[in-house]
């Protein structure tokens, strides 16, 4: 018997596996360390599932776009599968510029999050919880099922592959009652602490359960830090930007003093409208800050207020 997949047929299949292992979890109660197995297994085949589903899009519009480097693509290199194939930034690249696909930011975010976990998995860096995972590993493989349905021709799917697919979408319906239940105990605990308005996004899980004040601490993944410390991960996990990449390449970092605690701890988010500190519950919408022509600070103003911030304003009166 002939060992033979399809491209598309293996990615369902390391889907599937990342799925149930998750099921098992949710269902099955495991001990710990195989709770700890199950996670990061179901974590990695995410990833590479995730990933082969993009490049078999990519495959079936022209096989030169799976090479690394198309320059160098060679049928022959191809056909033994002898070459490097494009990583997932440039394989979500070229799915935007050479094949039409559109992503919102939010599904980009998502893939480069399970990316990001997984590989910090590979490397024994990965220190997350069982909720934080499940969150990235659910709302990834959700945002691949709204792409396959809005762009794949699924009219064009083998009968294995058409099998797979429903069976996916079964289980991530299952899981995603799981999921909703641990959402909504979260909401209630916030909604009786009378906190639930002073809640941002968490940067571990990417649910808005983060609750900011002396520290941080989400009530839906558990993760806690200190607010510079959740200020970076949020810039690196929710926004992806990297702080040596981006100063490398001449940019800032969107971080700046808050206008209500004075710590440099408040991030200005535009993609997702938010301007958020971490050391204490302020928030905004970026509209609502005008930026010091002297000191280049944030604080909120309008066309009246001016464009100097009250302490720059008080430090030329006394100059004066």
Not at 250 to 267: A, H, K, N, R, S
């Amino acid at each position: 018997m002939d060992f033979e997949y399809t491209v598309l047929e293996n990615g369902f299949d390391f889907i599937l596996l990342s799925l149930n292992d998750l099921r098992i979890i949710c269902d099955d109660n495991p001990d710990a360390d195989e709770r700890k197995r199950l996670l990061k297994y179901s974590l990695l085949n995410a990833s590479s599932g995730v990933e082969l589903v993009l490049k078999y899009y990519l495959l079936k519009a022209h096989w030169v776009y799976i090479f690394a480097d198309m320059d160098a693509a060679r049928a022959n290199s191809f056909q033994k599968g002898e070459f490097s194939s494009a990583d997932l930034k440039t394989i979500l690249a070229r799915l935007e510029n050479l094949c039409d696909v559109s992503f919102t930011d939010e599904q980009k975010n998502d893939f480069l999050r399970l990316k990001e976990r997984r590989n910090k998995a590979e490397h024994f860096m990965l220190k997350d919880s069982f909720e934080a995972i499940q969150a990235i590993i659910h709302k990834s493989i959700s945002s691949l099922v709204q792409i396959i349905i809005q762009y794949y021709d699924l009219d064009s799917f083998g009968e294995e592959e058409t099998t797979m697919f429903a069976e996916i979408k079964d289980v991530l319906r299952n899981l995603k009652q799981h999921y909703e239940d641990a959402k909504l105990i979260a909401q209630k605990q916030l909604e009786l602490s009378g906190m639930a308005k002073y809640v941002c996004i968490c940067p571990e899980c990417g649910e808005q359960f983060l609750l900011r004040d002396d520290g941080v601490v989400c009530k839906f993944c558990g993760y806690e830090d200190d607010a510079e410390s959740a200020a970076e991960l949020y810039m690196e996990n929710i926004m992806n930007m990297s702080a040596y990449s981006t100063i490398k390449n001449g940019g800032t970092m969107p971080i700046y003093d808050c206008p209500q605690c004075g710590y440099e701890t408040l991030v200005i988010d535009s993609d997702n409208n938010c301007a958020v500190c971490f050391s204490c519950d302020y928030s905004c919408e970026p509209s609502e800050l005008i930026f010091c022509a002297k000191c280049d600070q944030p604080f909120e103003g309008d066309e009246e207020t001016g464009c100097i911030c009250s302490s720059c304003l008080e430090q030329l009166v006394e100059d004066d």
